[in-house]
């Protein structure tokens, strides 16, 4: 069973800046894209990011794009989610999660394609 391991959350004044870490107890981690997702109370969990298996190719939301930066270390099993400039509205449990994929064009933004889950980080924005 694969697990994942979140860290970096925690409470920040707008405009500040946080990085999440995922690490992964899968040995083949290469093998694996991986996504962060969040969940604000109240409402769905929504696609922010997502990083190739080898980290070639990125994705971001538009509600982040320009403000958060996902990278990965496949010889630590760990991706990387810099945020800068938070908002409030970037308030919220976010959640990393990794899918099995045979290419590095095999993407997907939908949280029903992820096969581990996180136990999730909550970050807080202050106004």
């Known amino acids: 069973q ?3 391991v ?3 959350g925690g409470l920040v004044q707008a405009g500040g800046s946080l990085r ?3 690490t992964s107890s899968e040995p083949t981690f290469s093998r694996y894209a991986t996504g962060w997702f969040r969940q604000a109370p109240g409402q769905e969990r ?3 990011s997502l990083i190739s298996r080898s980290g070639i190719s990125t994705y971001y939301a538009d509600s982040v794009k320009g403000r958060f930066t996902i990278s990965r270390d496949n010889h630590k099993n760990t991706v990387y989610l810099q ?3 938070l908002k409030p509205e970037d308030t ?3 959640y990393c999660a990794e899918r099995i994929v045979d290419s590095d064009y095999n993407v997907a933004k939908s949280p029903d394609e992820y096969d ?3 136990q999730g980080t909550q970050v807080t924005v202050s106004s």
């Open 20 to 22: 999440l870490s995922c």
């Open 2 to 4: 694969v697990q994942l």
């Open 6 to 8: 979140e860290s970096g």
């Open 83 to 85: 945020m800068n400039s």
């Open 92 to 94: 919220a449990v976010y």
């Open 46 to 48: 929504e696609f922010v």
């Open 116 to 118: 581990y889950w996180g």
